[in-house]
């Protein structure tokens, strides 16, 4: 059984500029879930795809957008880089629907610096 | 708006004490909490996923317990070891159907 992966492992970009970050799920997911975490602090919940829909979002702005593939891959974009965006992208896969029983498997993360 | 804390922010222990890391909660109207461990820049490892219904659960020298009346969970590590030293995130979920936590911002231990 693959684990959750992620690309790149760092990252470094230029205030406003476009960023793209990607995510393989655990094989059998079909749930794939995005959180930010910046130094210190805990991961904040982004958004989660479902069967390739967006299906809850946190408090980040649109700048922030993701797709989902059939495949289950996942995207996660951010436009107009600020450099407050600097944290540790997580990505997260489970199975939905299955009444919460399963627990969240993370990948180890992108690491966005904003320069 | 839950509200997760976690106590203390750091710990630093001698090899083979034992320990307990404490969380608390604002909304007891969780639907599972789940403890994670981090090592420094790298994604998040579960530990040990605890339902609503249940009183604790054990991974090997891991022990979690919740009361969802009193929103307080606690994780014990039992004869900490070097290799324990990590952050540890515990996270509260919500609703069914949806994979949103709420996490605390973790305890960073260190077993020396």
């Known amino acids: 059984e693959t684990g959750v992966t992620q690309s790149p492992t760092h990252l470094i970009k230029t205030r406003g500029q476009q960023v793209t970050l990607r995510c393989s799920s655990q094989?059998?997911?079909?749930?794939v879930s995005w959180y930010q975490q910046a130094l210190g602090q805990g991961p904040q919940f982004i958004f989660q795809y479902y069967r390739e829909e967006e299906n809850g979002r946190g408090n980040f702005p649109p700048r922030f957008s993701g797709l989902q593939f059939p495949n289950y891959s996942s995207e996660l974009n951010v436009n107009a880089l600020e450099l407050d965006d600097s944290a540790l992208y997580l990505c997260?896969?489970?199975?939905?629907?299955?009444?919460?029983?399963?627990?969240?498997?993370f990948g180890n993360g992108t690491r966005l610096t904003v320069t | 708006k839950q509200e997760v804390t976690q106590i203390p922010a750091a710990l630093s222990v001698p090899e083979g004490e034992n320990l307990v890391l404490n969380c608390s909660f604002t909304d007891s109207a969780i639907y599972n909490l789940q403890w994670f461990r981090q090592d420094p820049g790298k994604g998040l490892t579960s530990l040990l996923l605890i339902q609503s219904s249940q009183r604790e659960q054990t991974s090997g020298r891991l022990n979690a317990s919740l009361d969802k009346s009193s929103g307080r969970s606690t994780l014990y590590i039992a004869a900490s070891q070097p290799g324990d030293s990590a952050t540890y995130l515990c996270?509260?979920?919500?609703?069914?159907?949806?994979?949103?936590?709420?996490f605390g911002k973790g305890t960073m231990l260190l077993v020396s």
């Open positions: 996270a509260v979920r919500l609703t069914s159907g949806y994979s949103t936590l709420t």
């Open positions: 094989s059998g997911h079909n749930t």
């Open positions: 997260a896969s489970s199975l939905v629907l299955d009444r919460g029983n399963s627990p969240l498997h």
